[in-house]
């Protein structure tokens, strides 16, 4: 808590120009509270339901605290999340486009709080750990903050542009070789494969499903373009996986007693699994 996780989120949306929402998750959050809901309303002597639109209408959506809401309230979120809109009685409604959910949770151990299923951490592209700031960092936001007003920011890119950079990033080319290294990391997060590692036969309990595979593609695809370079390397595989990875891996409880941790496990994986699939010759360079 209080490490800016939130200012972070609406520092993103300001830059971007993006519709911005934040939902506060609590326990006696409804789903109803983030999609909307019908209410019956009277126009010219006739009664009708008519669909207000809940916070979820936006370009991007911060559930804060999602693990304090039940279930039941964090489950709203995966057609959205999943299919960019959302049924209510039957009734399907477009969101608009772009959109995000971007959420923030407490320590999992946090008393008062409900786990996310692992059908919907499948569905967040990123799981990104937000530690504690150094010193000359907390100095530098106590000087800029010394009078309690933040900083103003301006508009880097419309949600237009962003769209626009999003199909650019579809067009990086993913050549057969990388898209090969992919699946064999993905394949040998499963402990039941006699090819994957010692530790992930040991200590996985479930690995990562094809989503995730789909994910380290197009986030490798979007960092290749940020380098600057027309197709995707393994060097930029290797550089979103973590964060791809490492909350999909559902580890054995016997890892906490052996010390792993899926960070550990993913480290151990990107050591395991080779680039290519058969070594090369030894007189082929």
């Known amino acids: 808590p209080g490490l800016g996780k939130t200012e972070l989120v609406k520092s993103l949306a300001s830059l971007l120009g993006l519709q911005f929402r934040r939902i506060q998750f609590t326990p006696d959050l409804l789903p109803s509270d983030i999609l909307g809901s019908p209410i019956l309303e009277e126009h010219e002597g006739r009664r009708r339901l008519v669909f207000h639109q809940g916070p979820v209408f936006a370009n991007l959506l911060l559930a804060d605290e999602i693990n304090r809401a039940t279930p039941k309230t964090q489950a709203a979120l995966l057609e959205a999340m999943q299919e960019r809109r959302v049924t209510v009685m039957g009734e399907t409604h477009q969101l608009p486009l772009p959109f995000f959910v971007l959420a923030t949770q407490n320590p999992i151990e946090l008393e008062g709080t409900y786990p996310l299923p692992e059908a919907q951490i499948d569905r967040f592209t990123f799981k990104i750990n937000v530690n504690s700031v150094s010193s000359d960092?907390?100095?530098?936001?106590?000087?800029?903050?010394?009078?309690?007003?933040?900083?103003?920011?301006?508009?880097?890119?419309?949600?237009?542009?962003?769209?626009?950079?999003?199909?650019?990033?579809?067009?990086?080319?993913?050549?057969?070789?990388?898209?090969?290294?992919?699946?064999?990391?993905?394949?040998?997060?499963?402990?039941?494969?006699?090819?994957?590692?010692?530790?992930?036969?040991?200590?996985?309990?479930?690995?990562?499903?094809?989503?995730?595979?789909?994910?380290?593609?197009?986030?490798?695809?979007?960092?290749?373009?940020?380098?600057?370079?027309?197709?995707?390397?393994?060097?930029?595989v290797r550089r979103v996986a973590p964060n791809v990875l490492g909350h999909r891996l559902i580890l054995d409880y016997a890892a906490r007693t052996e010390g792993w941790t899926t960070a550990r496990m993913v480290e151990s994986l990107l050591e395991s699994v080779p680039e290519v699939a058969r070594p090369l010759p030894a007189d082929v360079h």
């Open 137 to 236: 960092t907390l100095q530098a936001i106590i000087t800029t903050r010394r009078h309690g007003i933040p900083p103003q920011l301006s508009e880097v890119l419309t949600a237009s542009e962003l769209s626009d950079l999003f199909e650019q990033v579809d067009r990086v080319h993913l050549p057969e070789a990388v898209a090969g290294y992919i699946a064999r990391l993905i394949t040998a997060t499963h402990p039941e494969r006699q090819e994957s590692p010692e530790a992930v036969q040991k200590f996985v309990r479930f690995g990562a499903s094809p989503r995730a595979a789909i994910a380290i593609a197009g986030t490798a695809r979007a960092a290749a373009l940020m380098a600057g370079k027309p197709n995707v390397g393994f060097a930029e």
